[in-house]
């Protein structure tokens, strides 16, 4: 995915998430780590390294590869991603 792209999705699927927990009665303090934490990914200050990224029709094959290791970062589960 390119720069660009990748960084729209973080804002999206972040305020998205953050819009969530104003409607819920989640403690102030995770609402507020959570938007540093998107705002770090956002800047780039932070990056995590993602082996690859799988759609939700793949879980089964997400737990096998999670529980078999050998994985060069994390495995990213997303709703749209075909």
């Given at each position: 995915?390119?720069?660009?792209?990748?960084l729209a999705?973080?804002?999206?699927?972040?305020?998205?998430?953050?819009?969530?927990?104003?409607?819920?009665?989640?403690?102030?303090?995770?609402?507020?780590?959570?938007?540093?934490?998107f705002n770090?990914?956002?800047?780039?200050?932070?990056?995590?390294?993602?082996?690859?990224?799988?759609?939700?029709?793949?879980?089964?094959?997400?737990?096998?590869?999670?529980?078999?290791?050998?994985?060069?970062?994390?495995?990213?589960?997303?709703?749209?991603?075909?």
């Amino acid at each position: 995915m390119e720069a660009a792209a990748e960084l729209a999705a973080w804002r999206k699927t972040s305020q998205t998430l953050l819009n969530q927990f104003d409607a819920g009665a989640t403690s102030r303090w995770f609402k507020e780590d959570l938007e540093r934490l998107f705002n770090l990914l956002a800047a780039g200050t932070i990056r995590p390294r993602v082996a690859e990224r799988i759609s939700f029709d793949e879980v089964a094959e997400a737990h096998r590869r999670l529980e078999a290791g050998r994985l060069n970062g994390r495995l990213v589960l997303c709703p749209d991603f075909k």
